[in-house]
């Protein structure tokens, strides 16, 4: 088995409950690790026999663009948009970063992670 990890991708959008999270927008970062049998990208050094990780970026730069409530909502939809485009991912590890969340009070982040399994 192998792991791509896509870490620290930066996102501007406009997610959240609150109306003024929906108009102002605010600053999100992504970060993903899918696990596959790469042995066949390991023996044939072909793109055609991995998880490519340019389209696994497209993948959720597509569903950044898309609003959401809840990060959980969020999270279950890109999820969903890569175990469809990437049918031999076995695993899916994702965490969603909202930077600067309105709680009245000074926080650098809240984030939720998830794990998905086949």
């Not at 501007?12 to 109306?19: I, L, N, P, R, V």
């Not at 600053?27 to 696990?35: A, W």
């Not at 993948?59 to 663009?65: A, F, H």
């Amino acid at each position: 088995m192998g792991t791509i990890l896509l870490e620290g991708m930066e996102f501007f959008a406009y997610h959240g409950c609150y109306k003024e999270e929906q108009i102002i927008g605010t600053k999100f970062i992504v970060d993903l690790s899918v696990e596959f049998d790469a042995m066949p990208a390991e023996r044939s050094d072909h793109l055609r026999d991995t998880v490519n990780y340019a389209a696994l970026f497209q993948c959720v730069k597509r569903e950044m663009g898309q609003r959401s409530h809840l990060l959980e909502h969020l999270a279950w939809r890109i999820i969903g948009a890569i175990r469809q485009e990437f049918p031999m991912v076995g695993e899916i590890e994702l965490k969603i970063a909202k930077i600067n969340p309105p709680m009245g009070g000074k926080m650098r982040q809240v984030s939720y992670k998830t794990l998905w399994k086949k």
